[in-house]
């Protein structure tokens, strides 16, 4: 039987992506869709990796956004595709109960009649 072991950070070669890292609090494990729901848990992982980790101005659908540390902008399309889950209606759920959970938060903006958030 092998044993994994973890390489002491002194010890560390970098990775070969310069994209940098994200931090993930290992309670996470204890939210109920982690380990019952691979596509919810694909999706929020999908979030913390493409939310800003510094200030950046962004545009979306034309319009200028400033987004600060953890904010992103991004449709449940382009959510759902880059987390592997091909349902919207999938998307919307997760999203919801991640709100409801406090694990996230939504803020909706009005640009040209519709709702971009």
């Not at 991640?98 to 903006?109: G, H, P, R, S």
């Amino acid at each position: 039987m092998k044993l994994a072991t973890v390489t002491p950070i002194n010890q560390r070669r970098e990775m070969p992506s310069k994209n940098g890292y994200i931090k993930l609090w290992r309670d996470i494990k204890k939210q109920s869709f982690w380990k019952k729901d691979l596509e919810a848990k694909s999706i929020f992982i999908e979030l913390i990796m493409a939310a800003q980790h510094t200030q950046k101005q962004t545009t979306y659908k034309g319009k200028t956004i400033e987004l600060r540390e953890g904010q992103l902008i991004i449709s449940r399309t382009e959510l759902g595709e880059a987390a592997g889950v091909d349902s919207d209606s999938k998307v919307h759920r997760c999203l919801e109960k991640f709100a409801k959970l406090d694990i996230i938060t939504k803020v909706n903006e009005k640009h040209k009649g519709h709702f971009i958030g």
